[in-house]
């Protein structure tokens, strides 16, 4: 069974900055392809970004350039960097972990942002 717990939410102005990270117990973690995905108030579940085993990476379109995903296999972790942030992101973000056609979710972090 894999446990997946985001960090690093909170409240930013916009053009601010955040970290998120999400950390995996339970599992051989560097096998597993990760991803972030955020739902806003009202809005279906959306991409932000993936990253394989083998660390390629993917970005939702519209977050390219802002957002960068990244993993470190040692701590178990994948993190999300957010830059230039936006009232728009705001949103519940999740961490997910893909293997064997198999997902697992966190529970999420909220980021809000607003003046």
């Known amino acids: 069974q894999v446990q997946l717990v985001e960090s690093g939410g909170g409240l930013v102005q916009p053009g601010g900055s955040l970290r998120l990270s999400c950390a995996a117990s339970g599992t051989i973690f560097s096998i597993y392809a990760m991803g972030w995905y955020r739902q806003a108030p009202g809005k279906q579940r959306e991409l932000v970004a993936t990253?394989?085993?083998?660390?390629?990476?993917n970005y939702a379109d519209s977050l390219k350039g802002r957002f960068t995903i990244s993993r470190e296999n040692a701590k178990n972790t994948v993190n999300l960097q957010m830059n230039s942030l936006k009232p728009e992101d705001t949103a519940v973000y999740y961490c997910?972990?893909?293997?064997?056609?198999?997902?697992?979710w966190g529970k999420g972090t909220l980021v809000t942002v607003s003046s």
């Open positions: 990253i394989t085993s083998g660390g390629d990476t």
């Open positions: 997910k972990a893909r293997y064997s056609g198999v997902d697992y």
